[in-house]
């Protein structure tokens, strides 16, 4: 059984900063590829960030470039997102996900590429 939660989200003012933790159960993503992503109300899911299997690799959308940083634990099964700088477009539901290959690697954003989600964790900055 494959169960991703997200934690850590919340409501904070601009310019706060925030951590979100995904934490994996069950079957082990360690030589898979990770994700997380966001999506807005009225909008579509897009790309936030990418780790490879170990955590030497990283991809991040230009929007978040400078401001976010993903990391994983792979001996905790956990995989993080650290958010500085918030703004107000940074709102949003954010979700973890499990690249969908082993040949998966950070540049593979799409998200249909990606296999297992989390149920997703709200994010609300104010202005």
């Known amino acids: 059984q494959v169960q991703l939660v997200e934690s850590g989200g919340g409501l904070v003012q601009a310019g706060g900063s925030l951590r979100l933790s995904c934490a994996n159960s069950g079957r082990t993503f360690s030589s898979y590829a990770m994700g997380w992503f966001r999506q807005a109300p009225g909008k579509e899911r897009e790309f936030v960030a990418t780790?490879?299997?170990?955590?030497?690799?990283?991809n991040y959308a230009d929007s978040v470039k400078g401001r976010f940083t993903i990391s994983r634990d792979n001996a905790k099964n956990t995989m993080y997102l650290q958010m500085n700088s918030l703004k107000p477009e940074d709102t949003a539901v954010y979700y973890c996900?499990?690249?969908?290959?082993?040949?998966?690697?950070?540049?593979?954003?799409?998200?249909?590429?990606?296999?297992?989600w989390g149920q997703g964790t709200q994010v609300t900055v104010s202005s």
């Open positions: 996900a499990v690249a969908g290959s082993l040949t998966y690697g950070i540049k593979v954003v799409t998200p249909n590429r990606y296999n297992y």
């Open positions: 780790i490879s299997w170990n955590g030497g690799s990283t």
